[in-house]
C-alpha cells in the first residue's frame, strides 16, 4: 500500500520559513519524481515544485528564489524548504508522486503565514 504524509506545516510570521516533509512507504521515491502542490479554500490546487530522479528541481514563478526541493533517498523523503515566507504563501501543501500509471497524493498539511 502506497502511502506520503506531509508533515512540517504549521504557523509563521512573514518572513520566516518551514520545512516541509514528504515520507513515502510502499514507492521508492528514488525513481520518482516529486511534485509539490498547494490549495487554499475556493481555489484550484496550484503547482509549487517538482524535483525529478536527478535532483534536478523546478519551481513556479510565485515561490522561485525562496522554496527549495530536496531529496533524501535513504530516508525515502522529500523535502521543500520554504523561506521568506508571504501571507500568500498560505495553504495546504501536498506532494505528488504520479506517472502514467500512477497518481499518489498526500493528506496534506497546512501552512499559515502570518502577516
Known amino acids: 500500500q502506497v502511502q506520503l504524509v506531509e508533515s512540517g506545516g504549521g504557523l509563521v510570521q512573514a518572513g520566516g520559513s518551514l520545512r516541509l516533509s514528504c515520507a513515502a512507504s510502499g514507492i521508492p521515491l528514488s525513481i520518482s519524481a516529486v511534485g509539490w502542490y498547494r490549495q487554499t479554500p475556493g481555489k484550484q490546487r496550484e503547482w509549487v515544485a517538482t524535483i525529478t530522479v536527478d535532483r534536478s528541481t523546478n519551481y513556479a514563478d510565485s515561490v522561485k528564489g525562496r522554496f527549495i526541493s530536496s531529496r533524501d533517498n535513504a530516508k525515502n523523503t522529500v523535502y521543500l524548504q520554504m523561506n521568506s515566507l508571504k501571507p500568500e504563501d498560505t495553504a495546504i501543501y501536498y506532494c505528488?508522486?504520479?506517472?502514467?500509471?500512477?497518481?499518489?497524493w498526500g493528506q496534506g498539511t497546512q501552512v499559515t503565514v502570518s502577516s
Open positions: 505528488n508522486v504520479r506517472s502514467p500509471s500512477i497518481d499518489f
